[in-house]
């Protein structure tokens, strides 16, 4: 059995060909969270199964908000030490949310 997980936030201030100057950048926060795990059910046969969210927030409000979360199932049996075959599912969901306010320039 193998567990791996892994987590992160960063702040960022991003800008774009339509900004002219740093001070107009764009800031946004990124997090991101995933468990994984891999379980040997037998010696030809592993199944694999996930968590994973992520997030990117607008604390202006001008851009929309996201959220994604999803759970990754697989399976996997080996046909020869060098080569392994996998059927693998991944249900995902992500919400959007719409602009709170907008730029003064509009």
């Not at 764009?26 to 592993?46: L, M």
């Not at 994604?68 to 199932?73: D, T, V």
Request: hydrophobic share 30%.
């Amino acid at each position: 059995t193998k567990v791996m997980a892994r987590a992160g936030y960063r702040e960022l201030s991003q800008g774009s060909v339509t900004i002219r100057n740093r001070e107009e950048a764009v800031e946004h926060d990124v997090a991101n969270a995933s468990i994984d795990a891999i379980w040997s059910a037998t010696a030809k046969t592993r199944i694999g199964a996930g968590l994973f969210y992520d997030s990117t927030s607008y604390p202006d409000g001008y851009y929309s908000d996201r959220e994604s979360y999803g759970l990754p199932i697989d399976l996997y049996y080996e046909v020869s030490p060098k080569l392994d075959v996998s059927l693998g599912y991944r249900y995902r969901r992500s919400l959007v949310d719409r602009p709170t306010a907008l730029p003064s320039s509009i």
